[in-house]
């Protein structure tokens, strides 16, 4: 949680920021997602930022993992999920509410715009969950893989008929 104010934020998200969870299959099929850390505090954390006018939240949220990751892929035009974190402003403390799209990576940018400036990590879903120092998103991250896991099964197959 961002807090360094004794400001006590409002209950109803006063902001919307957007993230992206990028992830990816490796060879052997485990799925693996990024966290990056802050700027300011090193604390592991969704790429996320402010929406970006002219872009859809979704464009917005990939702009994010490109800039602060150097991630490149596809990203879903639906929120996977959403999280609230309190937020430090100048004056005070925010709710802000943040919307997740999925990004299945396809390739890391040798270099990015703020490379250097954050660590990135490609963990197992669970070790991310873990790390993770915003409220909910260990949850988000563990439910979006469970869902990838679902959807990577073969089909049921039709039980014979013993006739």
Do not use: H, N
């Given at each position: 949680?961002?807090?360094?104010?004794?400001?006590?934020?409002?209950?109803?998200?006063?902001?919307?920021?957007?993230?992206?969870?990028?992830?990816?299959?490796?060879?052997?099929?485990?799925?693996?997602?990024?966290?990056?850390?802050?700027?300011?505090?090193?604390?592991?954390?969704?790429?996320?930022?402010?929406?970006?006018?002219?872009?859809?939240?979704?464009?917005?949220?990939?702009t994010e993992?490109?800039e602060?990751?150097?991630?490149?892929?596809?990203?879903?035009?639906?929120?996977?999920?959403?999280?609230?974190?309190?937020?430090?402003?100048?004056?005070?403390?925010?709710?802000?509410?943040?919307?997740?799209?999925?990004?299945?990576?396809?390739?890391?940018?040798?270099?990015?715009?703020?490379?250097?400036?954050r660590?990135?990590?490609?963990?197992?879903?669970?070790?991310?969950?873990?790390?993770?120092?915003?409220?909910?998103?260990?949850?988000?991250?563990l439910?979006?893989?469970?869902?990838?896991?679902?959807?990577?099964?073969?089909?049921?197959?039709?039980?014979?008929?013993?006739?």
């Amino acid at each position: 949680m961002e807090r360094e104010s004794v400001a006590k934020p409002s209950k109803t998200p006063a902001f919307l920021q957007v993230a992206a969870l990028p992830w990816r299959r490796d060879a052997d099929g485990t799925v693996r997602v990024v966290l990056v850390t802050s700027r300011e505090r090193g604390r592991w954390i969704l790429p996320k930022g402010w929406p970006i006018k002219g872009l859809k939240d979704c464009e917005a949220a990939e702009t994010e993992a490109m800039e602060e990751a150097g991630l490149v892929g596809r990203v879903t035009t639906d929120p996977i999920g959403r999280f609230q974190y309190d937020k430090s402003f100048p004056k005070r403390v925010a709710a802000v509410a943040v919307d997740v799209y999925g990004l299945e990576v396809e390739r890391q940018l040798d270099d990015w715009l703020e490379k250097g400036q954050r660590e990135v990590r490609w963990l197992k879903p669970d070790k991310a969950a873990k790390l993770a120092a915003d409220t909910g998103v260990g949850a988000l991250i563990l439910a979006f893989v469970a869902t990838l896991t679902e959807t990577s099964r073969p089909a049921p197959q039709p039980a014979e008929s013993l006739s």
